[in-house]
């Protein structure tokens, strides 16, 4: 099963978890579970679909509001078809209703960051705070990405223009769900730090504009290049992580 199938099987999945059990999805959320961008996208669609479900069910229809219908009805057809014709204009009313508030809280809920980027960050806070020890040290990182790539990690064609130009310190190798993601550590020119990570991209993941991401104390820019994903985070805010990327 590849990922547009899994998303299609997916697409009917429910909020509440009761078909987590079903034969007929287990496929399918295995295939998420193995792929951290099909993985996010569910994250986003349960969540989507769990918010629409709340909306709609705290709508409550005005008392009035099926006698106004029929009445405006009764005015304007003849008296047989007020019925069904009110019936059909109240399921209208509903469905714009329905459809207004998913654009709504969709264009309006705070971005995620997926189940990968969380573990970077949570890879890159460890070297940070000296938990933890880089697989390799270099002060340039052309010498880093080449040891990525002769230890057969994922490694981006080519750095960002600002970022290729900064004193690296170091990298690093994990995995998620057995996928396998490197970090690269950098000095920024005010003395802080910013990390760049890299991990292979998923089908279907076609933006090469990089897209923000504010999470509590880090600011994150993913992007695709290429084969890999890469994604840009520093401890701070956005502002300051957009000069690095543009």
Known sequence: MD????KFILNAYRPDGRDATDPRFSEALDQARRDPILEHWLEDSVMFDAAITEKLCAIAVPAQFRENILAGVKVS????????????????????MAITGSVIWHNTRPARLAGWQNKAISVISSLVRNESRFDAQSQKPAELVSWLRAHDAPAAEKLPGNIEKLESLGCKTFSWNGIPVSVICFMRPDGGLIHLVFTKAADGVRDNAPRFVQQGDWATATWRSGEMVCMLALEGREDQLRSSVL
Not at 3 to 6: D, G, L, S, T, V
Not at 77 to 96: D, E, G, H, Q, Y
Request: a positive charge.
């Open 3 to 6: 990922n547009r199938e899994a």
């Open 77 to 96: 057809r003849p008296p047989r078809w007020s019925k069904p014709l009110a019936n059909w204009a109240i399921a209208a009313v509903l469905t714009l």
